[in-house]
């Protein structure tokens, strides 16, 4: 699924505040590689159902014996491993026996005692990864997990690494075998070592979205083979908010344009981005925060939610506002599957320019049916025109106020809200009456 930084941002993927993410939200992974493997992940969503149902199933497989997943590599064993190929050492003699081994001991000292530890840490990462082979390559193993463990089982295969096998302990070998071992490593074995911390991050990045999945209680989405765009999910929440309220949407051919209306602080935005990242974990093979759901493949994604102005080029916020649409409408036009969220278009101009500017819009993208739309706005006077096309729906979020003061219960309703708050708001913070007595 294409997607670009804008919407990534839009959708708190990644944040600059980064404790309020979705990648930390789903960050429990055990290292600093497999988390930066995690950031990868979610930065490349994937384009196919095969691709998506293998990450599914390898979850699916992890899943099963989470409490069992082998912690037997820290973060500070692969630091050391990385960093024993940085160091600059005094060359190891080609052919270590005893005595050449005694003797680069005892004329290079500080480089034996950096390769004696550097040794350890090498030797309990091998066997590390020997036992995640041993422990996860059977005949059930998923494609894309086997496809890891087979790629390292070859390489953990030579004939040098026997010792690991022999020996319980790295401190168990002889002054000659520790160099020996250190001078393949350093020497034959580079390429190898970091295929293995590439294949160890991948292992721990799945560990630590499968983690979530439990953690959570996410469910996996089933996607749908189809030529029209579909989502349909019960019970999907927003997976940021501690006390979520759950909404249930079905977007399809016949209603594949949703017209959101309601007042500010009613949870417009919050449903936009609800759909939006639940869609997106879907499409990297993730569980989603729902009772279920089912999809079509949806090739690509763009939002227009957080549109700010460019003081240093300037251009005003209502002229971002259109280069996004002109950039989004230049995109879809291309015959494919794509989700556009929309939260509050035309926001930089007057009331009047806005109607005039949202109904060309809108009037324009309903003749897109094969891709999905959200589009929330306060300018429900527009709404009543738009009944007339078949297949645009109306919900709304309701404001209820008893006595001057308005609460929210976040209920997707169908309809159109007139709720207008702005003076309310005003009044209520008393910001009206400070005015009065200036």
Aim: proline share 3%; hydrophobic share 40%.
């Amino acid at each position: 699924m294409e997607i670009d930084k804008t919407s990534l941002n839009d959708l708190a993927i990644f944040n600059g505040y980064e404790d309020f993410s979705v990648f930390n939200k789903l960050n429990n992974t055990l290292t600093t590689n497999g988390k930066e493997q995690l950031r990868k992940n979610l930065a490349t969503p994937l384009s196919s159902t095969q691709a998506i149902n293998n990450v599914q199933q390898t979850l699916k497989f992890i899943m099963q014996g989470v409490g069992q997943w082998p912690i037997v590599i820290s973060n500070g064993t692969i630091m050391v491993v990385e960093r024993f190929y940085e160091y600059s050492l005094d060359p190891l003699p080609n052919n270590i026996s005893f005595l050449t081994a005694k003797s680069y001991k005892l004329f290079h000292n500080a480089d034996y005692t950096l390769i004696q530890y550097s040794i350890i840490h090498c030797f309990d990462f091998i066997k590390g990864m020997m036992y995640f082979v041993d422990t996860y390559l059977n005949e059930n193993t998923p494609a894309n997990l086997r496809k890891l463990l087979e790629t390292a089982a070859r390489i953990l295969g030579a004939e040098e690494l026997n010792v690991v096998q022999e020996f319980a302990k790295p401190d168990e070998l002889t002054v000659p075998q520790q160099l020996q071992f250190g001078q393949f490593l350093r020497y034959h074995f580079k390429q190898n070592i970091f295929t293995l911390i590439d294949i160890h991050a991948q292992l721990d990045a799945l560990y630590g979205m499968a983690v979530s999945i439990n953690k959570y209680q996410f469910v996996f989405p089933e996607f749908i083979e189809s030529d029209h765009s579909l989502v349909a999910v019960e019970g999907l929440y927003h997976i940021l908010l501690q006390k979520p309220v759950p909404y249930d949407v079905l977007m399809n051919p016949q209603s594949n344009f949703l017209f959101l209306t309601g007042a500010n602080m009613a949870g417009k935005s919050t449903f936009i981005k609800s759909v939006g990242i639940a869609i997106f974990l879907a499409h990297v093979g993730m569980g989603v925060p729902a009772k279920n759901m089912k999809l079509t493949l949806i090739d690509g994604m763009l939002s227009n939610i957080n549109v700010i102005d460019n003081i240093s080029k300037g251009e005003s916020y209502f002229y971002n506002e259109v280069q996004r649409i002109k950039a989004t409408i230049d995109k879809i036009r291309d015959g494919r599957k794509w989700l556009i969220l929309i939260d509050e278009l035309f926001k930089g101009t007057n009331i009047q320019d806005a109607m005039k500017c949202s109904t060309v819009v809108i009037e324009g993208l309903l003749k897109i049916t094969n891709s999905l739309f959200i589009l929330s706005t306060h300018l429900y006077e527009i709404g009543e025109n738009l009944k007339l096309f078949p297949n645009i729906s109306f919900n709304y979020f309701e404001t209820i106020i008893n006595d001057g003061q308005f609460s929210f219960n976040y209920q997707l309703r169908n309809g159109i809200s007139t709720d207008r708050l702005g003076y309310l708001i005003l009044e209520r913070e008393g910001v009206v009456k400070m005015l009065e007595t200036l």
